[in-house]
């Protein structure tokens, strides 16, 4: 795990060059609190990776949940997904969006106990339409073709 | 009961806005022959909420069909009237237009909007809020005069609260400052809540605000008034004296009013502007404001265009835009 | 006779049913992600305007207050705040819940929000004038330091991986500073795109950075469960906590309680930043605590005694000088207004009576919001048993729904996203999220305050800054808390060194 360290690293202090560049056309002391925490970040950064090269005080892997490649796809594949549904909510709706997406979670997740899973999922949408249009006022189903 | 009965209208309302939406549209039937949608670019519970709620419940009063308030916030309020702007003119989507702050996002030009005034059609001036000047009770400053002079011998040291650059009262700031050659030194606040307490607690000198912001302050008398920056005396602030009253020919305030999409029908506009122009003038809807410290003030149709368009030459040149 | 009148005006059955329904009201709005109370009072007033002013305004506090303390309740079972207010509870309190002892974390919750209700609801009926006036003392040299002391919280949080923790606090203090700049206008970090001149929301940060990244994390092990033990013997549900419990957590009520309800009398800092500050203190005086921080029902009592103290306490500025001590109470403010009552001295005299039934209707509300949010908690450890699959569709869509219904805009969804996915990988990679919350909330506390008192310092700024007793004593605290979280770090790898 110390070769994440490093390159999240070397990553932050690369992309700190940009925003240290473009905080500089900022008035008067707009840039100077931007600025600052830029140093900080590089800084930190910097001392991470110095670290990472010194075995006795590199840290131990404490990182939450699983770390096998199976463990990862999932999380990304249902991230994928979720992005691309939302962004098409616009085009089909975003009730369609939601039951598209559970739908997709069952073979990304592989649910095999089906029924309780779709039960769930019903009653989530019935639930969030009441409460969230019917209740609230909120205009989820203006994100549908026509209106 | 208040709540269930409330409860249920809106529900109904909501089904019938869903049932009118998908039976599509009828042939130019009697305008309104459903639901209005009233966008408010702010969130639920600020002051133009507020007032969009009071208006709201009033208008359905006139047109006999739900009017639903849709807080649509973000991005200083241009994702409302961005969202405004690219609705269909049809009359069903009218909203609110915050003056002086929808100026910036298009004439500033680092921020660059691509809508304008004339991505809009101005219906009716709803209410005006007057910027005014307060001191803590015990200051040094007893007249509009004794810190117009102070600002003018020693520059930059006399401090004054404003509440965003192109807001109302950076305006008023903007112009006495052009008006007299004062020159202050201006604390910006995300919130008047926020610039009333460091005036109150001695930190910062003077407030600006608009009357509806201190009034009650002002009648318990923790605050005293400098100057109003209106035409005629302010009926919340009796007593006070304007800017003109005492030489300074300089108005500021913040106005809200109501628009719709540009290309709104002729016939729909005038259906829109008279009812809104009932619920304004009646004597209820103008108690209810004057609670809120608000001055209901109608300005029409295409007086309302002009006096956005006024407004924008004076912002462009008090900002140099 | 006058307290007598008072009492039997708060049970008369009007009012009695506006707290009942404020109070269910505030459960459902507070614990679903997104749902803040600001919306739920917002909602809530044009309701009240045909209502008589007293039931009108403890309606309308009841739902404050219970919104904040509902937060807890998906925070505690599913990593996923109701409210922002409660982000610190989800640290411990979602560890309990793994634990099996769901219940337990819901109890100590419960008994600290009412207590921490309750405290706060006193301090407004008995010294919430002179309170005030210290509100008064703050001006932007001060909210310059109480931001700095703030930031030195990350010190203590981040402890086990110093850099890491600060490096995520310095990613939220430079993402705070997206967006239109206060002081010049300039838009900053905004590529040309209206709503980021708007900023970077925070509420859809905090759905993204603990919410979508737990249902992201749960997806790993879409077949377990959240609690993967039997319920242990402390877990089983009861009304009041064990004496034993109370034992443990009486001193952190008390001190979080105390930190909620000063933090929540300055305007523009409220529930958030005191549940982080109380949750902070609690962790510094349960340095023998070895649970702290994984599952201590020390955090939980924390966190929530101290946002539900902010919810009086925003009031005391309301109430006496008209200065909204958190954006709910800035809406409760227009509530007022409408009713036709005006802030200030008078309330506290001319209009004793209506006061005074409200503050005592408010801390009835406290105690009714217990006993109902108990009942409900009865029957809501069964979630943490439902199998992560169903779970996770829940906490995405509601995370989905939350972001959205904030503003009504997709930029709030699409902001949450971002943090989501980010908050996932900070986590796989032992970046705390937390940090990054309170360098978000605190950072243009720092900025402001820094700034307006360059503006108005006569002289040299460092003077300007320390020129008061509060801002010598807030730097004194920062200093303090950034030396002993050093050491105790400079201890922590000493022994680790040791020990490996």
Known sequence: MLWVNRITGAGLILLAIPFWRMAGDYPDMAGLFPRTMLIVICALAAAMIVRSFIPALAPANEGEGLFTRAAFARPLAVFAVLLVLIAASNLIGFFAAMIVLSAAMVPILGVTKWRPYALGCLILMVFVYVLFVIFLNVPLTTLRPGS | ?321 | MEVLSVIADVLTPAHLLAMLAGVVGGLCIGALPGLTSNLGVALLLPVTFGMDPISALIMLTSLYAAAIYAGSFPAILLHTPGTSASAATAIDGFALTRKGEFNKAIRIATFSSVCGGVFSALMLLVIAPPLSLLSLKFGPPEYFMLAVFGLTIIGTLASGNMIKGLMSGAAGLAISTVGLDLDSGFPRFAFGSTDLQGGIGFVPAVIGLFSLSQALLMCEEPHRTIQQVKVTAGGQWRLFPTRDEIRQIRATVMRSSLIGGFIGILPGAGGDIGSWAAYNEAKRFSRNDPDFGKGSIRGVAASESANNATTGSAMVPLLTLGIPGSPTAAILLGALIIHGLQPGRTLFTVHAHFTYTVIVGFLLANLVMGFIGMGLGRYMGVVARLPNSILIAVVVVLSVVGAFSLGNNMYDVYTMMAFGLLGYLMRKGNFSPAPMVLGMILGPMAEQGFRQSVILADGPVVLHLLGSPISITLAALSLLSIVSAGYLEFKRTKAARAAG
């Open chain 2, 1 to 321: 009961m208040t709540l269930n009965r409330r409860v249920i209208l809106t529900a109904a309302a909501c089904f019938a806005g869903a049932f009118a939406l998908a039976g599509g549209s009828p042939a130019l039937a009697q305008y309104p022959d459903k639901g209005l949608t009233l966008i408010v670019p702010y969130g639920a519970g600020g002051g133009t909420d507020i007032t969009a709620r009071l208006l709201a419940k009033d208008l359905e009063g006139v047109l006999g069909k739900p009017v639903t308030v849709q807080n649509i916030a973000g991005g200083g309020g241009w994702t409302g009237w961005g969202t405004l702007a690219s609705a269909k003119p049809d009359g069903y989507t009218i909203g609110y237009l915050n003056v002086p702050a929808i100026y910036a996002g298009y004439l500033d030009p680092k921020l660059g909007r691509k809508e304008t005034l004339e991505s809009f059609t101005p219906i009716i001036n709803h209410v005006i809020d007057h910027v005014v000047l307060t001191v803590k009770a015990d200051s040094k400053f007893k007249t509009l005069k004794d810190m117009v002079d102070e600002a003018k011998a020693k520059p930059n040291t006399v401090s004054i609260t404003a509440h965003g650059v192109g807001g109302d009262e950076h305006l008023a700031i903007l112009a006495i400052e052009a008006a007299t050659g004062a020159k202050f030194r201006v604390v910006q606040n995300k919130s008047t809540p926020e610039s009333k307490s460091q005036a109150l607690g001695g930190h910062v000198q003077v407030l600006a605000s608009n009357v509806s912001e201190i009034a009650t302050e002002v009648k318990a008398g923790d605050l005293r008034v400098l100057g109003v920056m209106s035409e005629e005396p302010s009926g919340f602030l009796p007593g006070a004296p304007t800017f003109k009253s005492q030489g300074f020919n300089i108005l500021a305030s913040n106005s809200r009013g109501i628009a719709t999409p540009a290309g709104l029908p002729k016939d729909v506009e005038q259906k829109l502007v008279a009812a809104l122009e009932k619920v304004i003038l009646s004597k209820d809807h103008q108690q209810k404001a004057e609670t809120l410290f608000l001055e209901p003030r109608v300005i029409r149709g295409a007086d309302y265009a002009k006096f956005l368009k006024d407004n924008e030459q004076d912002i462009k040149k008090l900002m140099n835009w």
